[in-house]
């Protein structure tokens, strides 16, 4: 099997399918490789499997995820599903299907790994029971199950009124819906409203789903704070503060989430240069218009570079794709304009509400002010307590806090508390998270036998 | 060969716990436990010896690692239900020390 390509693509979601279809399309020599096991990333997952059609509440997003697949499906590009990337360079990659280990080699390499919850610790969230919103939406379009109920909804961001949505239409029972975000993002996202206007539809899209959530019914609470998952090896009551007093709710499931994270595991690894976004509170890649990261050979495509939302990141894969056709001299310059021009029209358009929306649903200012017994380190056991009494003991820098704490050294490899860790540490220190340093991300990026390890061919 | 009977048929059966369990053929393993299994928790932490269950379903969060066809520490979430899997909660502190 031929193991070198002109353009190797990670991620099968809308970005990585376009940049894929693109690059493809315009006669490159493409591989998309995902963990998954069919296309479409978290949001179209199992979009083409043969019971999308039940279990997509919505027939147009359903269609747009069909319309990604099939271009991919025909562009002729080679697709490596269920295939993890442990190992990234700037030529080639390392990754195993089925336990059976391979290098793969190409001249550009385009991550398009995504975004994910931004996982924030709070008491109890290691009880079964407690799930990040999204992860409700991914178990219904993959597999048709719903979250036993009855489900509290805890968090600030706009996953909350579309999960909430998603379960009153499917019947579950929803105990309440805890809001914490800070009041004050609302005056100060209104500055946004006129260059959001450009995308009308957006907003309507966003007013009807905040509608719709209302009109369902369940008990909404504002401003809450101190939420609490309680059980005993399972959670049963989701406890929390209201306008000063303590209240209780019964609970099977606890759904929270507190925004969206570019996945940065495989462009930290690469070293690549990195911003800070100050409203929402993350770190990612720094790229150009066509997804040029500080590596000459690698791109960083659709959310997984800045959370943009999936029209975003559908064009920014498009114009990475055109990019490389153009660099690799298959598309010549006045042809790749040609290409460009409407997809840039639809990417700023897409990105015209964003400002808003960033700014509406800012995580709040206390997000990470957990008392000490709270465990951040979901893998290693290591609370809030610990990483500040390192911090006390002189470790002034993240990855100085990993080695003293083991904080962020379990199989997650820090991607559950990596944020958190930071914020702490930058809030004990009365500094920006920017001055704290990033955890150092080192390959295998996944955990592997030492089989894996051993028994890829090596380029002989 | 069992391969036939799971593309053909639209259910398998899998042992989670060493009980069978019938499921939809095109699921993962986390939501056969966590849906029609009722597990409630996929399996306890090395460290702290409480119950863990799946937070995130895309594979960051490693809280649905299971013992799966023998071999531990499966994100049981990317792996699709096969006819006969035999699936078990994960508990290396007490296997192990």
Not at chain 1, 172 to 196: C, D, H, W, Y
Not at chain 1, 297 to 318: F, L
Not at chain 1, 325 to 333: G, M, S
Not at chain 1, 347 to 355: D, E, F, M
Request: glycine share 10%.
């Amino acid at each position: 099997m031929q193991e070198q390509y002109d353009v190797l693509v990670i991620g099968a979601g809308p970005a990585g399918l376009s940049a894929a279809s693109t690059a493809a399309e315009n006669g490159l020599d493409v591989i998309l490789l995902d963990e998954q096991d069919s296309p479409g990333g978290q949001i179209y997952r199992s979009v083409s499997g043969k019971k999308s059609y039940s279990r997509f509440l919505s027939k147009e997003d359903r269609n747009d995820g069909l319309n990604l697949v099939d271009r991919f499906t025909k562009s002729g590009a080679v697709y490596l599903p269920k295939t993890t990337v442990w190992d990234v360079s700037h030529d080639g990659v390392l990754c195993s299907s089925d336990g059976e280990s391979r290098e793969i080699k190409a001249q550009y390499i385009m991550v398009a790994t995504g975004a994910m919850e931004r996982p924030v610790p709070f008491k109890g969230w290691t009880t079964p029971g407690v799930m990040s919103a999204g992860s409700a939406d991914l178990l219904y379009k993959s597999s048709g199950i719903v979250p036993h109920g009855p489900v509290v909804l805890a968090g600030n961001g706009p996953l909350i009124p579309l999960v909430a949505n998603h379960l009153n239409e499917l019947g579950v029972e929803i105990a309440g819906i805890l809001n914490t975000s800070p009041f004050q993002n609302k005056p100060k996202s209104m500055l946004r409203i006129p260059l959001a206007i450009a995308d009308i539809p957006f907003l309507f899209k966003g007013l009807k789903m905040m509608g719709a959530m209302f009109l369902g019914g369940a008990k909404q609470y504002h401003n809450v704070t101190e939420i609490e998952a309680k059980g005993n090896g399972q959670l049963n009551q989701v406890s929390f503060v209201h306008r000063g007093q303590h209240k209780t709710l019964n609970a099977a499931t606890l759904l929270v989430h507190e925004g969206m994270l570019p996945r940065t595991h495989i462009t930290r690894m690469l070293n690549l240069e990195h911003k800070w976004d100050r409203v929402q509170r993350y770190w990612y890649a720094k790229t150009d218009t066509f997804g040029r990261s500080s590596n000459n050979a690698i791109y960083v495509v659709g959310d997984g570079q800045k959370v943009h939302g999936v029209n975003a990141a559908t064009a920014k894969g498009e114009l990475a794709g055109i990019d490389v056709a153009r660099r690799l001299n298959v598309l010549c310059e006045s042809a790749a304009q040609l290409q460009i021009a409407p997809v840039k029209r639809r990417l700023y358009k897409a990105l015209a509400p964003r400002g808003f929306v960033d700014a509406f649903f800012a995580p709040r200012k206390n997000l990470f002010t957990m008392v000490d017994e709270v465990v951040v380190c979901r893998c290693e056991g290591v609370t809030a307590g610990d990483i500040r009494q390192a911090i006390k003991e002189g470790c002034h820098d993240v990855n100085e806090i990993k080695l003293r704490t083991r904080c962020g050294m379990g199989p997650c490899q820090g991607r559950m508390c990596g944020s958190a860790l930071a914020e702490i540490t930058a809030a004990t220190l009365q500094t920006e998270v920017p001055n704290v340093g990033a955890l150092h991300i080192r390959p295998p990026i996944r955990p592997v036998t030492v089989r894996e390890l051993r028994d890829f061919p090596s380029a002989t | 060969m069992s391969t036939n009977i799971s593309t053909t048929l639209d259910t398998v059966t899998i042992f989670f716990e060493g009980k069978s369990l019938t499921v939809p053929a095109d699921i993962s393993v986390a939501a056969a436990v966590l849906g029609p299994g009722h597990a409630g928790h996929t399996g306890k932490n090395p460290v702290m010896d409480d119950n863990r269950a799946p937070v995130c379903l895309m594979g960051v969060c490693f809280e649905c690692m299971m013992e799966i066809d023998g071999i531990p520490n499966q994100q049981s979430c990317l792996i699709t239900v096969r006819e006969g899997m035999k699936v078990k909660r994960q508990n290396t502190l007490r296997e192990k020390y």
